[in-house]
């Protein structure tokens, strides 16, 4: 088993920056992927990012591209997913997830889920 435990959510303005952090303990050798996901009230869980574990190659949503960086660190068994110019779109419950195969752009293609952070921009 692979546990996922997420931080860095909050309460920022919007054109603010912020930086989730995700730690990944347990099986750790069984992950391929790790990803962000993001769900707002009434709406389906939407794939934000995802990265490889070992060969940090990433890959964004359309919403995130130019705006987000997702990075790992491997020795930490951290990934993070850095957004800038917050808007109050962004607003939702962000998730990680680890997939143990490659790609993975849908909820349901993850094996394992964090409990979320929250994150709530303001206009």
């Known amino acids: 088993q692979v546990q996922l435990v997420e931080s860095g959510g909050g309460l920022v303005q919007a054109g603010d920056s912020l930086r989730l952090s995700c730690a990944a303990s347990?099986?750790?050798?069984?992950?391929?992927?790790m990803g962000w996901f993001r769900q707002a009230p009434g709406l389906e869980r939407e794939f934000v990012a995802a990265?490889?574990?070992?060969?940090?190659?990433?890959g964004y949503s359309d919403s995130a591209k130019g705006r987000f960086i997702i990075s790992r660190d491997n020795a930490r068994n951290q990934v993070y997913l850095q957004m800038v110019s917050l808007t109050p779109e962004d607003t939702a419950v962000y998730y990680c997830a680890a997939r143990k195969m490659p790609g993975g752009m849908a909820a349901m293609d993850y094996d394992y889920w964090g409990q979320g952070t929250q994150v709530t921009v303001s206009s």
């Open positions: 990265i490889t574990w070992r060969g940090g190659i990433p």
């Open positions: 347990g099986r750790t050798g069984y992950i391929y992927t």
